[in-house]
Structures are given as C-alpha cells and as structure tokens.
C-alpha cells in the first residue's frame, strides 16, 4: 500500500495566524487531493491538485483561505489562512489510484 | 453535498457477532470504496469495489454493490474489540477525475 505522510500531526494556533501542512508521498502521482474533516463529521473535499497547474477548488472552499503548492509529483501543501475557531478540523490528504490518506493534521484553532 | 448516506449511524455489538453497514448513493459511480477510521485518526483503506463488481471478499470484509439500488454494504464477520472505529462508504463518481465523496458514516462499537 503507499506511505503517505503529513506534517505537522496537530497543532495548537491561535485566530488569525496561519498554517501550513505538507504532505508527501511516496511515489509520484498526477493528482493529490487535501480533504477537512469537521469534529464528527465526514470528510469534504476541499481541493485537487495538479502539478503543473493551480488547483482546482470544490464550492464553498477559496484559494485565499486555503492556497495550495503543488511543486513535484510527491509534495503538496495546504496552508490554512487567517484562522478561526471554525477551521479547527482534522485535514487529510490523499493521492490518486485507490486513494490512500495521510494519518492526517488535527488542528485546533483558539 | 454528500453523496453516500451510511446506516445505522452507530453499531454497537458483542465481539464475535457480525457487523454489517449499509451505504446509499445517488448518482452513477465508477467504484465504491470502504475506509476505517479509529478515533479521529486518518483513514485507513479497507477495499474498493468497481461498478461492474458485485461481491468483493478481504479477510473477514466482504463488500456487496448493487448498481440498481445504488447501494452496498460492508460485512464484517467475527468482530472483534479492536474492530471499533468509524466506517465511511466513499465514490468515486465520474467528473474525469477521481475525486471521493464520503458518506457520514457508522460509529460501531464492539464490546468484550
């Protein structure tokens, strides 16, 4: 199965900082994918990214709160912007071809 | 919006009893895909069913998909302690890319 892994695993911020969580994995892929997961809710995708082009949002997400790099074919990161208490989510990302997470960044916003 | 709607919401059972979960979807999918998640932890991938399957067996899974209903269900047999975790039903629908729509998910619990 593929190794996926994301930095940080939690984090503590407070309102309106930001933070930036990468993910790598373990073999290259067009098509990563960075998910939310609200306290006991299911998981939203947020958006899919490409490399070599911006990434491409799903409705109510917007690359100013939530801007995506997408710089090789293993890398991705999603930096979440001027947070809020609302942000605080577990943030997952995933890969292409049966879609193996990441064990996921739990952040608690203040 | 969510595409798979899971049920029961929670399953609370005994260890070795079986557990099944249902999945319901709403549009035409490409394939279905079952994931593990223990306590707000990331997901872990359990199997994927495509559409023109009808029956997939993994260990003591086994993952049933009927196109018709646009349902499938999760069986998992002998359950055990550490079987307790949160099960999302997800599909892959066809937008040209696969991306997954998460269903809200079963809590089960399997007690001692």
């Known amino acids: 199965s593929a190794v996926i892994s994301q930095k940080p695993s939690r984090d503590i911020c407070q309102r309106g900082t930001s933070l930036t969580i990468q993910c790598q994995v373990d073999s290259q892929v067009t098509m990563m994918f960075w998910y939310r997961q609200q306290p006991g809710q299911s998981l939203t995708l947020i958006a899919t990214a490409n490399q070599g082009s911006e990434a491409t949002y799903e409705s109510g997400f917007v690359i100013d709160k939530f801007p995506i790099s997408r710089p090789n074919l293993t890398f991705s990161t999603l930096t979440v912007s001027n947070m809020s208490p609302e942000d605080s989510s577990i943030y997952l990302c995933?890969?292409?071809?049966?879609?193996?997470f990441g064990p996921g960044t739990r952040l608690t916003v203040l | 919006s969510q595409q798979g709607e899971e049920d029961p919401q929670a399953l609370s059972i005994q260890e070795g009893e079986n557990a099944t979960m249902n999945c319901s979807y709403k549009?035409?999918?490409?394939?279905l895909q079952w994931y593990r998640q223990n306590s707000g932890r990331g997901l872990v991938h359990l199997i994927l069913i495509r559409s023109n399957e009808r029956e997939k067996h993994s260990g003591r899974l086994r993952v049933t998909l009927d196109t018709s209903k646009k349902s499938s269900s999760l069986l998992i047999t002998a359950s055990r302690a550490a079987d307790t975790a949160s099960y999302f039903c997800a599909t892959d629908v066809f937008s040209g890319y696969s991306t997954l729509t998460f269903g809200k998910g079963t809590m089960l619990l399997v007690s001692p």
């Open positions: 549009t035409s999918i490409n394939n």
């Open positions: 995933s890969r292409e071809y049966e879609q193996f």
